[in-house]
């Protein structure tokens, strides 16, 4: 008796094993349900089934309002692609319910549900202000209203540049255009639900040739590798002339440019300057923005760089003043430009001030336009006393030539940063 209980409970055990492996862990299940929960003009989405093998049919559905639009309805497959076009399946704006039903030996149905929202109007864009022309190499603004809250961003190239807001659905947003671009600049605007706005900017791209220069080393090995060992130390000693100078010009120059793109990404939401910017007084040009320089030795190309702002020499250890209002955001030694300050004027915008003999000023210093900041000098890479002068937005190298010119600042930058009736 003993044994037959025993063997009994046994058999009853299988089964019931048996029937929680069925009806439990080999039940079929549903992935990436969360795809349905945001549905936008069109959306494609792919549900992966799991234990698929163990379904019979499988039916996809949209309800709204107690109406219901049919996705699929079919045999399983481990991956189902499906297109949803909420407009024209005839659902409207609001929400909605998506039921995903697994049929398993014939009767039994397994459910699953997701509150969806469908919302299919992307946002709506005006631009109240564009710049009729930018220049490769140049600086722009614009200023628009969005109908809702979106994700705001210009597209310069593969270059972003944010938004801020001004006023109640009013942004406006300070870009750059890179030397070399060549395109349109496109406004995007994406809202939380995933509709896609986007705009090309009617600014007329007018392209700017920059100077090219050839610049021989041969012969002036003695100078420049003491400028070489002072920011290379004991390296300088370990390589050839030639490796070491691109080291400094190739490497060195990168990670600086580097952590300057970094430094312009992080800029103040708040309006520091006003007017135009000043250029080093009674100063005289050496170099001016967007020259390439190729550097040969023995006539043959060793090396070569873009130079990114103007160098401006007056007398020697000439007081530096800050171009116009803004706060210190870095004051210390930075390779090639040797002692470095960067102001951040706000909004993205930043001025650069390289080869200093010394700071009169520190990071996080409130400084005003016309300030001395420091002196000029020969630090980092520099043979001759002077300062290297660069405009930056969000990162991004400018022609600082636009930000010394009251009358282009007037018509090209003002009308975006402030309402009409404020200039």
Same mark, same amino acid.
């Given at each position: 008796?003993?044994?037959?209980?025993?063997?009994?409970?046994?058999?009853?055990?299988?089964?019931?094993?048996?029937?929680?492996?069925?009806?439990?862990?080999?039940?079929?299940?549903?992935?990436?349900?969360?795809?349905?929960?945001?549905?936008?003009?069109?959306?494609?989405?792919?549900?992966?089934?799991? +234990?698929?093998?163990?379904?019979?049919?499988?039916?996809?559905?949209?309800?709204?309002?107690?109406?219901?639009?049919?996705?699929?309805?079919?045999?399983?497959?481990?991956?189902?692609?499906?297109?949803?076009?909420?407009?024209?399946?005839?659902?409207?704006?609001?929400?909605?319910?998506?039921?995903?039903?697994?049929?398993?030996?014939?009767?039994?149905?397994?459910?699953?549900?997701?509150?969806?929202?469908?919302?299919?109007?992307?946002?709506?864009?005006?631009?109240?202000?564009?710049?009729?022309?930018?220049?490769?190499?140049?600086?722009?603004?614009?200023?628009?209203?969005?109908?809702?809250?979106?994700?705001?961003?210009?597209?310069?190239?593969?270059?972003?540049?944010?938004?801020?807001?001004?006023?109640? +659905?009013?942004?406006?947003?300070?870009?750059?255009?890179?030397? +070399?671009?060549?395109?349109?600049?496109?406004?995007?605007?994406?809202?939380?639900?995933?509709?896609?706005?986007?705009?090309?900017?009617?600014?007329?791209?007018?392209?700017?040739?920059?100077?090219?220069?050839?610049?021989?080393?041969?012969?002036?090995?003695?100078?420049?590798?003491?400028?070489?060992?002072?920011?290379?130390?004991?390296?300088?000693?370990?390589?050839?002339?030639?490796?070491?100078?691109?080291?400094?010009?190739?490497?060195?120059?990168?990670?600086?440019?580097?952590?300057?793109?970094?430094?312009?990404?992080?800029?103040?939401?708040?309006?520091?300057?006003?007017?135009?910017?000043?250029?080093?007084?009674?100063?005289?040009?050496?170099?001016?923005?967007?020259?390439?320089?190729?550097?040969?030795?023995?006539?043959?190309?060793?090396?070569?760089?873009?130079?990114?702002?103007?160098?401006?020499?007056?007398?020697?250890?000439?007081?530096?003043?800050?171009?116009?209002?803004?706060?210190?955001?870095?004051?210390?030694?930075?390779?090639?430009?040797?002692?470095?300050?960067?102001?951040?004027?706000?909004?993205?915008?930043?001025?650069?001030?390289?080869?200093?003999?010394?700071?009169?000023?520190?990071?996080?210093?409130?400084?005003?336009?016309?300030?001395?900041?420091?002196?000029?000098?020969?630090?980092?890479?520099?043979?001759?006393?002077?300062?290297?002068?660069?405009?930056?937005?969000?990162?991004?190298?400018?022609?600082?030539?636009?930000?010394?010119?009251?009358?282009?600042?007037?018509?090209?930058?003002?009308?975006?940063?402030?309402?009409?009736?404020?200039?």
């Amino acid at each position: 008796m003993r044994k037959k209980l025993l063997g009994f409970l046994g058999t009853l055990g299988l089964i019931a094993g048996g029937g929680f492996y069925l009806f439990v862990l080999s039940k079929p299940r549903v992935d990436n349900l969360e795809a349905f929960r945001n549905l936008t003009k069109k959306k494609e989405i792919t549900l992966r089934l799991e +234990n698929f093998e163990k379904t019979e049919r499988v039916v996809v559905k949209i309800l709204q309002n107690g109406k219901g639009v049919l996705l699929y309805d079919g045999p399983p497959v481990r991956e189902l692609k499906l297109e949803i076009r909420p407009k024209k399946m005839g659902l409207k704006e609001g929400e909605a319910q998506t039921v995903v039903e697994l049929t398993r030996f014939f009767f039994i149905k397994d459910t699953y549900t997701v509150k969806s929202y469908i919302d299919y109007t992307p946002p709506r864009v005006d631009i109240l202000f564009a710049p009729y022309a930018v220049i490769n190499g140049g600086s722009g603004a614009v200023r628009i209203t969005v109908s809702e809250k979106a994700d705001l961003s210009l597209k310069v190239g593969n270059i972003h540049f944010p938004f801020y807001k001004v006023g109640n +659905n009013v942004y406006v947003s300070l870009f750059a255009v890179p030397i +070399n671009f060549r395109g349109s600049i496109v406004l995007e605007a994406k809202d939380r639900i995933g509709n896609v706005t986007r705009i090309e900017l009617p600014s007329v791209l007018k392209t700017r040739r920059y100077p090219r220069y050839r610049i021989e080393l041969k012969g002036k090995e003695k100078k420049v590798r003491i400028k070489l060992a002072n920011l290379l130390g004991e390296e300088a000693n370990e390589l050839s002339f030639i490796d070491a100078f691109k080291k400094v010009n190739e490497e060195i120059r990168r990670e600086n440019e580097e952590f300057i793109a970094e430094v312009g990404k992080k800029s103040e939401e708040k309006l520091y300057w006003k007017g135009k910017f000043l250029q080093l007084r009674n100063s005289k040009v050496v170099s001016v923005f967007g020259e390439k320089r190729i550097y040969t030795y023995e006539g043959e190309k060793i090396s070569e760089s873009y130079h990114w702002g103007y160098d401006l020499a007056s007398v020697r250890n000439a007081p530096v003043q800050a171009a116009n209002s803004g706060k210190v955001v870095y004051a210390g030694f930075l390779g090639i430009y040797g002692n470095t300050v960067i102001i951040d004027h706000g909004y993205g915008l930043m001025s650069l001030y390289g080869h200093l003999a010394e700071f009169k000023v520190k990071k996080g210093d409130v400084v005003k336009k016309g300030q001395i900041i420091g002196y000029t000098d020969t630090t980092g890479l520099a043979f001759g006393d002077h300062l290297h002068y660069g405009m930056i937005v969000h990162g991004v190298p400018v022609n600082p030539i636009e930000w010394w010119d009251k009358w282009w600042i007037k018509h090209n930058i003002l009308p975006a940063l402030q309402p009409s009736g404020t200039r």
